[in-house]
């Protein structure tokens, strides 16, 4: 076999489900959008989707918090416990190549178990270094696909709502080395069916918009929006 006739590796999508609404919610239905199209942008690479329901972790427990103030500590590894899972959820997202995140907005910010996922994976001497110039990311680069479902409005002439949401994850992710992270809403869930509608509108055309750009690809890293 020539290496044109080599099969192609596949896009490999890690994507986190921070809502407790399964299949009727709404950031999961957004982020669907985004799954089609990077997989028509994968073409005959195909994808490899790998879904995390993160309201199945739980919290972060005292060893890991003790470990958390020793270096030595935490970057030891075969730990037992939250130390482990951090480990294992490390792990998966370093083998991603996209990264995708299906998240509601709960009080003007990231939800439960997305901070759970989030304390778990943002780990000095793992996923960062702190230097004398700050904490330093030590994960590659890949892009980050945000699909934000909240009941007002934090965009454009209607927004009446604090959004710490996205500036707090870009922040943290930024930590961890992944600095390209792109966001997509649906917005006015709770405002009647008409705003749902028109914010489903709303959204998916955005990410229609986005992925239909001749210069986006799937390799290609762009500025955030």
Known sequence: MTSSQQPLA???ILR?????????SESLKLSQQILFALASQAGRRGIQLTDLDLNSLAPVDAPYAQA???QRVVIASGQEGTLSRSDELIDQLQACDVLLIA????NYSVPAPLKMWIDQVVRVGKTFLGTAKGKVGSLTDRPVYVAIACGGYISGQHARQPDFLRPYLSAVLATIGLNHVYYFTVEGTAKGV???NTGRETGY????TFFGRDSHGVDQVCSPL
Do not use: F
Request: hydrophobic content about 40%; aromatic content about 0%.
């Open 103 to 106: 998240t509601p907005m709960h």
């Open 68 to 70: 958390l103030a020793n």
């Open 16 to 24: 986190l489900v921070a809502s407790p609404n399964a299949e009727d």
């Open 205 to 208: 055309g955005e990410v229609q």
């Open 194 to 196: 008409e705003s749902l």
């Open 10 to 12: 596949p896009l490999r």
